[in-house]
């Protein structure tokens, strides 16, 4: 069974699911899924280390996760992880760094659809000309991520 827990936060709610153990889904929104409303350890941990992000305490997280995707987003959401702290990329690099150059428009719905929001840093991919584009939570919460890890756009 999922579990879900709903949390207020400065930047905007976040509802955070877990099952069997794993992180599978943070969003800013519910989602249409079947759950329970718990707060389970490892959602409190997970909020906590959300928390200490927001503070600028937290740079990586150590939260255990699992994604539910295509092979291509599968790719396309290991190659964010990689993306460090401080840093923005472009959609195109990640299409580049997964072997599919041309598919930056791909690279950019599979960020779309990136399950787990700020663990998996899809806000840290910016337009190739350095433009902030395109956030599912909105482009107010992805600037202010950035602004977190003191990159201003």
Request: glycine fraction near 8%; include cysteine; aromatic fraction near 10%.
């Amino acid at each position: 069974m999922v579990n879900m827990f709903l949390y207020h936060n400065d930047i905007n709610d976040l509802y955070i699911f877990e099952e069997n153990n794993k992180i599978i889904n943070i969003s800013y929104g519910p989602m249409n899924i079947e759950y329970i409303e718990k707060e389970t350890d490892l959602i409190k941990e997970t909020y906590k280390q959300i928390k200490e992000y927001m503070n600028r305490k937290r740079r990586n997280f150590e939260i255990p996760l699992q994604t539910k995707g295509t092979v291509f987003q599968n790719k396309v959401w290991e190659e964010l992880k990689k993306i460090p702290y401080g840093k923005t990329v472009s959609y195109k690099y990640i299409a580049e760094k997964i072997n599919n150059p041309k598919a930056y428009r791909a690279v950019g719905m599979a960020n779309n659809r990136n399950p787990i929001s700020i663990i998996i840093p899809c806000h840290r991919v910016i337009g190739e000309d350095g433009s902030l584009v395109g956030y599912g939570g909105g482009l107010h919460i992805k600037r202010e991520l950035l602004k977190i890890e003191g990159i201003l756009i």
